[in-house]
Structures are given as C-alpha cells and as structure tokens.
C-alpha cells in the first residue's frame, strides 16, 4: 500500500496485563490491525508510568515483567484510520487512545512478494468461519451472512461434515432473493420486512446449496488452490480435514494479500516475482457497462440488473470516467420513495419493473447516485500495483482508463489471479 503526504497517528496506551477475549490486549490489537490491512504498528514497552487510577507501574525488581505500560504506535491513511478506529474503540476499554495529523515524509517498503507457491493454504487461511445445518431455515442462513464479512457459508451435515455451500450468488440466483450485499443497505424497517417475509418460507437450505463441494486440505499448496479456483470459477473453497470437518476457508482475496504482504513463513526456494512483468492492459475486460451522467435510475437498474459485474461506470460525453455506482451504493442513495421500485427490479433481476418504477425512478439521474472520481488505472499499470490499490481501498474491480482518462476497460481480482495463476505455468 502507499501512504505519502497527509496521513494520521494512532497512540494507544494500554497495560501489559490487560486482556481481550482472554488474551493480550495489545495481542487483539496488532491482530485487529493486520486483519483490516493496515500499514503496520509497534508496540513499545515503558519502564514507568501511571495513568487515571495514579498507579504508577514500573519496572522494578518486584513487579519487573508484569504489568508495565504499553504504547502502540499506528500511522496510516485517514480513510483508512476513520474505518478502522471505531472497532479500535470496542476492544480498548480502558486506556487512551490519540489521533494527529502527520505528514509522511518517505513509507518504503517492496513491491509484491515472491509468491509463495508450495506455502501450504494453513498458512494463510481464514480460520473463523460459521458453517450452517443443511436442514436449517435459508432465513437463518440469510442473517448469518449478514454478520459475515464473507458471502459464503459451508453447509454441514448432522455429524458436521461438508455436504454443500451457501453463497451469496445462490440466494440470488436461485431463491429469488436480494443479495446480501444489497440487504446490508436495507434501512432496519426494510431489512425486518424482508427477513419477516423469508421467514413464512419453510425452504430449507440444503435446497439452495451448491453440491458437491470442491474443497483443499490444510496441506494443499497456495499453488493449486490458486489453480482449482481458476478451473472451476471459484471464489472460495472450504479447507477440511481428513473427516470433512471444515476447519477454515481460503478465498482468493486471502492468496493476493499473501503476494501483497510479507510472507507467514519464508521458504528456501525463491520463484520469481509474479505480477511485475503483466500489466491490467493483458488482463482487462474491454465490455464494460456504462451509462451518462444523466440516465435515469430505471436505465442504471436495467444496466445493473445485467451486469455480471453488479457495477456500472458513469462516463461523461467523452466517455471519460465519472464516477461508478454498484447495487448496494444505488440502495444506499436512494430515497424512500425510490427503494421499494429498485429493491423489486434487483430482486427481479432484470424482469420488467412494474409500471409504477418506470415513472417514479426517472425522477433522478445517475449523477446523482453515483461514486464520484473512483480509483482507476491505466492498462500499463503493472498487475502489483492494481493488487495493492484493490486491497487498501478493499474494492473488487477498477475502471481501467487511457490517457485522456477515457474508459477503456474494467480490471478486478479474480482477472489478476488468473493471470497470477497463468505465470505458474510458464
């Protein structure tokens, strides 16, 4: 990731002593931190101090090594400090936590590392994954996926073995529901309405589940589970144990922050670096969904509604990138009166929205819904970078733009790990 210029510092003074969830706090922190992709952080330990109980903690002969302060030192992008810092909050619950303004004067550090193709897929697997019953209700199944950051739950039978999974392409596809994405959107009204409606459904999930399941090992190299997913157009795939029991779950996010970051563990073997020598110009798809600034919402529904991509990029009259609305951003614009008709057309999927939508959603364009001046590339741009700009602004795709910054394409994560895959073979 690159930080230059203006960003924030983080100061939070703790103790040595204190926990999170059983274990050290500062431990809970740097996990925290990691997980949200966060630049880096340091801990320091002090040899004295006191704080709002005017206990002073030292480290002398009798209490050396018990409970003497800590400060951890986190400087990163505002954007991503204003994310991050409310969940940084929930788990200090006594301490002192600063933020200032800083100017990043130099942040150096390498490009995208060697990749690590017999790392096995333990190294760099999710480990807290909820899977859900086959015979439980798609409503619960529906909430669970809401409280994840994933879209995906392993479907498990009554002795907890791997029989299928959930994902968020299912209950849209075949349950004829919103997808998850969209639903976080949903105002709480919205949201209790729609879970009340599933609800009265008796539909169980082992009928909307994918089976079977392609699944790896602990032991299976980052390599092949890279190369399964390529094959067989997969976003995730479960890791189990020689019982079929699930025990984490590797998607292709976590293989490209493996290449993006230092490695977990290092290996003797050094392969080249994968990425450097591709651009998003080899990669790109070319048949992009656009519409103008001033489209009506019903023309931009229809646009999303077909899009594989669930995203159209707004271009101007040069077809020059203004701004790129998704299904959940075109939710979350919305106004009251607007919803209903949207929600219905997404539900729908592209069948005729009823007469009513046509003339309510021509009242506003896609000017005004849309995400202004988003983050593009250049088809010369080499694969690493667009990596680290889809990871720090944690989006899946990037309108791809020549130099009078017209739209020339359209670059995401599963293209990159198809070409990431490809180098492989060579």
């Known amino acids: 990731m690159q930080i230059a210029g203006l960003a924030k510092k983080v100061t939070i003074y703790i103790g040595e002593s204190d926990k999170y969830n059983h274990k050290p706090l500062y431990r809970a922190i740097l996990d925290l931190l990691r997980a949200e992709d966060c630049a880096g952080a340091t801990v320091t330990r002090a040899l004295a101090g006191f704080g709002a109980h005017s206990r002073v903690r030292s480290a002398d002969i009798v209490a050396l090594s018990t409970d003497l302060p800590l400060v951890i030192e986190w400087i990163d992008s505002p954007g991503r400090v204003d994310r991050v810092l409310p969940r940084l909050r929930d788990i200090v619950v006594e301490g002192l936590i600063t933020v200032q303004a800083v100017q990043v004067a130099a942040y150096r550090h390498r490009g995208l590392r060697d990749l690590p193709a017999q790392m096995p897929v333990t190294n760099i697997m999710s480990r807290d994954v909820h899977v859900v019953g086959a015979s439980a209700p798609l409503w619960r199944a529906v909430e669970m996926l809401l409280g994840q950051r994933y879209r995906t739950l392993p479907v498990v039978d009554e002795a907890g073995q791997l029989v299928g999974i959930l994902t968020d392409g299912d209950i849209l596809n075949r349950a004829g529901l919103l997808a998850t994405t969209v639903q976080e959107a949903l105002t709480t009204t919205e949201l209790r309405q729609h879970l009340s409606e599933l609800r009265r459904s008796d539909t169980p999930v082992s009928q909307v589940m994918t089976t079977p399941v392609l699944t790896v090992t602990p032991d299976t190299s980052v390599a092949e589970a890279m190369q399964r997913m390529v094959e067989r157009d997969v976003k995730r795939l479960p890791v189990v144990d020689a019982s079929l029991h699930v025990i984490g779950i590797v998607s292709r996010v976590d293989i490209l922050r493996a290449m993006a970051q230092p490695p977990v563990a290092e290996l003797a073997r050094t392969p080249p670096t994968p990425g450097g020598g591709l651009t998003v110009g080899s990669v790109m798809m070319t048949e992009v969904p656009t519409v103008r600034t ?20 707004v271009v ?10 998704t299904d959940g951003d075109l939710i979350k614009r919305a106004s009251a009166l607007e919803r209903p008709h949207i929600l219905q057309a997404l539900t729908h999927q592209g069948a005729a929205a009823p007469p009513a939508a046509s003339v309510t959603l021509h009242d506003r364009s896609a000017g005004d819904v849309m995400t202004p001046q988003p983050v593009c590339v250049t088809p010369h741009t080499s694969l690493d970078q667009a990596l680290r700009l889809l990871l720090e602004h944690r989006i899946k795709r990037l309108p791809v733009v020549d130099a009078q910054g017209r739209l020339v394409g359209l670059v995401g994560r599963w293209g990159i790990l198809q070409a990431l895959s490809q180098s492989l073979e060579c």
């Open 316 to 325: 101007d009259a040069g077809h020059k990138v203004v701004g790129i609305i």
């Open 294 to 313: 001033d489209a009506t919402l019903s023309e931009v529904v229809d646009a999303l509604v077909s899009a594989a991509q669930r995203r159209v990029v």
